[in-house]
């Protein structure tokens, strides 16, 4: 047997940058396979009230440029749902305008750190007002920027875009260092959309390996080959990939083409897998994939180990204590550090309902484990899935 063709929404990372790059350029651009999860359409909504054009045409997105100085005004705050990358991205584009904006998130976005993205554009010049310092509510007043220098302090692309974001909207000089180790989108796909800004421009945005890789983890859990088509190849995303290579998996990429984005083939034979050991400067290439490597890890007969990613305290939940605890209502147990985990394999998992902390990739980390559980997995809900992937459960049903 042998899964492929799973349907995959477009890379959520590339949706939010080309929706926002489209906006500012001059011209019109195409976007083909745009992820319709809930935290692409929050950016889209987001652009919408500030004044851009968007249209569906033939499951198409028609975006009509309004250039680097268009926005207008919206009418109400800006609502970015649960998406960490539309609020801290959109906080690079606002904090220059000459008009204000009050940015609002959903509970679990309201509780994630916005100081990392306010602080430098302070420094740029930028007045932006935090709820209790840190927090959304934002309110960003309006303000001139000047250039800046300043090194990251952690490998944060949302960070990093934000503040090339405010570069270009102010036509300032940004100097970079630090971190800078984090998906490298931004700066891919600048050139691509700003060279020739006033001609139309189409793109088709290749799948989501994040979520093709709950697809992966799921073939080799059930012992299938899986051959994902067409999705993102780019190098600073394919941490999971080169673990899963490492620990003795048989993977096949076949690479299509490069502009602005890597994207081809990914095929996984069923393998068997040894333990690994991660470090700080692989986390920032799997970040997302980590809940979905604590679960292989359970599998694999002797001790995984996961240090330098304390990141995952800030995602859509404390994904460190988090994802044990889902591993504890699954009957499991997985031990947590400071910056990671520590798991013994290989575990027996009893299954039950979980409580998904309304966490999209606890949610369908949990459907995957699913498939070595003595009993079924049911949910608390199963809504929060969409955030990310809209067709992951319908997929589910069938493959199950
Ligand atoms: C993202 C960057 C990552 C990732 C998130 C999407 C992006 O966060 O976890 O899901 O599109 O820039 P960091 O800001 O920690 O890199």
């Not at 949990?366 to 955030?387: I, M, Y």
Request: aromatic letters at 6%.
């Amino acid at each position: 047997m042998e899964l492929k063709n799973v349907k995959l929404p477009g890379d959520k990372s590339l949706s939010h940058r080309a929706l926002i790059l489209a906006a500012l350029r001059t011209g019109t651009t195409e976007l083909e396979n745009i992820s319709t999860g809930e935290d692409v359409k929050s950016t889209l909504n987001c652009l919408r009230s500030l004044g851009v054009q968007i249209e569906n045409l033939d499951s198409k997105l028609i975006v009509k440029g309004v250039g680097l100085q268009g926005f207008k005004k919206p009418l109400a705050p800006l609502d970015c749902g649960n998406s960490g990358t539309t609020m801290r991205l959109f906080m690079g584009l606002l904090a220059g305008q000459n008009f204000e904006t009050v940015l609002i998130g959903d509970k679990s976005l309201s509780l994630r750190p916005m100081k990392r993205v306010a602080e430098p554009l302070r420094q740029m010049g930028a007045c932006i007002e935090l709820t209790n310092g840190n927090y959304a509510p934002i309110r960003i007043l309006p303000a001139q920027l000047g250039p800046l220098k300043y090194d990251l302090p952690m490998a944060s692309s949302q960070v990093k875009s934000a503040l090339m974001l405010a570069a270009i909207i102010s036509n300032q000089n940004v100097v970079l260092g630090g971190e800078l180790h984090s998906r490298d989108h931004t700066e891919r796909m600048l050139p691509y959309f700003f060279d020739n800004s006033d001609k139309m421009l189409s793109w088709k945005v290749p799948g989501d390996i994040s979520s093709g890789s709950f697809w992966i983890a799921a073939g080799l859990l059930r012992g299938v080959k899986v051959k994902l088509e067409d999705v993102l190849l780019n190098p600073t995303r394919l941490g999971f990939i080169n673990v899963l290579r490492d620990s003795g998996v048989n993977i096949h990429l076949d690479l299509h083409s490069e502009e602005p984005e890597p994207r081809g083939d990914i095929t996984v034979q069923p393998s068997a897998m040894m333990p690994f050991r991660l470090g700080k400067n692989q986390i920032p290439y799997l970040i997302d994939e980590i809940p979905l490597l604590v679960l292989l890890a359970t599998q694999i007969s002797g001790r995984s180990v996961i240090t330098g990613a304390e990141e995952l305290r800030y995602k859509e939940s404390d994904r460190i204590v988090k994802t044990a605890e889902v591993f504890r209502q699954l009957g499991g147990y997985v031990e947590t550090t400071s910056d990671g985990f520590l798991i013994e394999g290989k575990q027996s998992l009893n299954g039950g309902l979980i409580d998904t902390f309304q966490d999209h990739r606890l949610t369908m980390m949990a459907a995957v484990a699913g498939l070595v559980c003595e009993n079924q997995v049911s949910f608390s809900e199963t809504d929060s899935a969409k955030v990310s992937d809209p067709y992951f459960f319908n997929e589910w049903k069938e493959f199950l």
